[in-house]
């Protein structure tokens, strides 16, 4: 049996990158897998993958930053499958306009907060009531390592990400007693197709320089996800799991 056998997860940004990976793992070990994600394009070929490797998925057209379209995605959900047991926030980026504190434009630091941080607390907003129904269930947030530590050249990414850490605790006390349990992964700079193309041609820096045991690929940090995501980690709640390379012991 399937570490998520029977569970329904939600996946934001699951058309691509680390959320295509989390989907497509998520669907191999029996999860029925709602694949939030703003490009139709992407969302529909991941639905699709996973069908043709025998799983379940439905695929609908989420802008995380827009609280009715978060709200429609955990309703679809439920529409379609029943129920919710998991929602795994990992919607997010950052962008080459991101920079120190005095040097990032003043629009950049809403953009990015809107999206990784604002975008986490929406999703948890209208998914948590649905866990509850449900009887318990669990939140996979994302951070990044550079929540955890000190870096250079990304203050707006490294705020939003540390709001993130920080709500990850705070609603894992919250909904504790009713048998929500709230973690989140914090990755290093990982090999996704849109971060290869960003940093094409460019030596590394900053996290990218610190990769002790070399860079992370999708499925590292899938993995970590599925193990918050599932019975096996059901005492855990209020962790923050580095799957940073060493990064921040670095």
Known sequence: MGR??????????????IGRAGALLFAREGARVVVAEIRPEAGIETERMIAAAGGQA?????DVTQPTSAE????????RFGRLDVLYNNAGASTPLDGPVTEAPVEEFGRVVGLNLYGTWLCCKYAIPELIKAGGGAVVNTASAAGLMGTTNIDCYTAA???VVAITRSMAVEYADRKIRV???APTSTTTERVLE????RPPTGLRAK?????AEPIDVAYAALFLASDEAKIITGHVLPVDSGVTIS
């Not at 990769?211 to 860079?215: D, E, R």
Request: proline share 2%.
């Open 4 to 17: 998520l056998q029977g569970k329904v997860v939600l996946i934001t940004g699951a058309g691509a990158g």
């Open 58 to 62: 439905c695929f609908v057209q989420t």
């Open 72 to 79: 429609n995605a955990v309703k679809a959900a439920v529409a």
């Open 161 to 163: 990400k540390g709001g």
């Open 183 to 185: 973690n989140a992964v």
């Open 198 to 201: 960003l940093y094409r041609n």
């Open 211 to 215: 990769n002790l045991l070399g860079p």
